[in-house]
């Protein structure tokens, strides 16, 4: 069975508050860098995502190598967790999260807004 967070048939997750929505604070971004991870378990790469003057350029480890090369990357917007705590992953310190859907095979397809808006823009 597929993991929840990838499943489509999976039940949507337990009910939580509006509060509790608004504590994940998700952010667009516009990829200025890419580099490749090599010490990566799985194939990544780092991001260097700017969120605008609010919060600046951040790291991210992505593994999004099924659908993206470096070059689809440069200037394309992205979507983000800003505010979790950085991780360690290998030698590298992602400060992000960037998020996307998992298409049928599991890779992870990014998701952006459909019209350009001003880097750091908030969802909600």
């Given at each position: 069975m597929a993991h929840m967070l990838t499943d489509p048939?999976?039940?949507?997750?337990?009910?939580?508050?509006f509060d509790q929505f608004l504590a994940v604070?998700?952010?667009?971004?516009?990829?200025?860098?890419?580099?490749?991870?090599?010490?990566?378990r799985k194939p990544s790469w780092k991001l260097r995502i700017d969120f605008g003057p609010g919060i600046g350029?951040?790291?991210?480890?992505?593994?999004?190598t099924?659908?993206?090369?470096?070059h689809d990357l440069i200037g394309r917007q992205v979507a983000a967790?800003?505010?979790?705590?950085p991780r360690q992953i290998g030698p590298f310190m992602?400060?992000?999260?960037?998020?996307?859907?998992a298409d049928e095979q599991g890779?992870?397809?990014l998701i952006r807004p459909?019209?350009?808006v001003p880097n750091g823009a908030r969802l909600f």
């Amino acid at each position: 069975m597929a993991h929840m967070l990838t499943d489509p048939a999976a039940p949507a997750a337990a009910t939580i508050t509006f509060d509790q929505f608004l504590a994940v604070d998700i952010r667009v971004g516009t990829v200025v860098a890419v580099e490749p991870f090599p010490e990566a378990r799985k194939p990544s790469w780092k991001l260097r995502i700017d969120f605008g003057p609010g919060i600046g350029v951040r790291k991210s480890s992505a593994q999004i190598t099924d659908h993206y090369g470096a070059h689809d990357l440069i200037g394309r917007q992205v979507a983000a967790v800003v505010n979790f705590p950085p991780r360690q992953i290998g030698p590298f310190m992602s400060e992000v999260l960037t998020v996307g859907f998992a298409d049928e095979q599991g890779a992870v397809v990014l998701i952006r807004p459909d019209k350009d808006v001003p880097n750091g823009a908030r969802l909600f």
